[in-house]
T-cell receptor
């Protein structure tokens, strides 16, 4: 069964902390994505990557960075966590030419910044 | 600037009846449209998609209709079942890697 695995289901961090959210996929997908989900706003794209060491900004990259050192792993980094980054974070992957294939999502990490 | 809009936050339907979820978009460059289903505490799962060269795609109880002139698509679920109760996200892509999602519609199917 193909999978996207997010390392934590729930995280509580303090304001100003550096936070790492890890995502691993076992499908040999080229493309990986980080979204955040907020009520009334749906899923908003933070960053995506279409190859190892490649990254592209999404619609809301401010306050975030990413790392993709290996094809299967895509990490989201909150350089200095703030309360407005409290959200559900979703990682996804897809093969190249994703058109009809859709994304495979992880189960999400609910991050609370206090 | 919401390029993909789902104007109904929630929808309630009786078991066995049809559920119709609607979605509007503004970007005429979108060439793939997708629907995802999301249960609480899980990630969204891909449900069905349609290319902009088609106006209908069917998969079992799920049918997606695309009206390009109106920039509107809809998802029909027939017959609706209690297990269909979830949040449904409409999404669109312009042939690249970015997929834009709507805000979601929560469907309640009453037994």
């Amino acid at each position: 069964d193909v999978k996207v695995t997010q390392s934590s289901r729930y995280l509580v961090k303090r304001t100003g902390e550096k936070v790492f959210l890890e995502c691993v996929q076992d499908m040999d997908h080229e493309n990986m994505f980080w979204y955040r989900q907020d009520p009334g706003l749906g899923l908003r794209l933070i960053y995506f990557s279409y190859d190892v060491k490649m990254k592209e900004k999404g619609d809301i990259p401010e306050g975030y960075s990413v790392s993709r050192e290996k094809k299967e792993r895509f990490s989201l980094i909150l350089e200095s966590a703030s309360t407005n980054q409290t959200s559900m974070y979703l990682c996804a992957s897809s093969p190249s030419g994703q058109g009809f294939y859709g994304y495979t999502f992880g189960s999400g990490t609910r991050l609370t910044v206090v | 600037d919401q390029q993909v809009k789902q104007n109904s936050p929630s929808l309630s339907v009786q078991e066995g009846r049809i559920s119709i979820l609607n979605c509007d978009y503004t970007n005429s460059m979108f060439d793939y449209f997708l629907w995802y289903k999301k249960y609480p505490a899980e990630g969204p799962t891909f449900l069905i998609s349609i290319s902009s060269i088609k106006d209908k795609n069917e998969d079992g109880r799920f049918t997606v209709f695309l009206n390009k002139s109106a920039k509107h698509l809809s998802l029909h679920i027939v017959p609706s079942q209690p297990g269909d109760s979830a949040v449904y996200f409409c999404a669109a892509s312009a042939g690249g890697f970015k997929t834009i999602f709507g805000a979601g519609t929560r469907l309640f199917v009453k037994a």
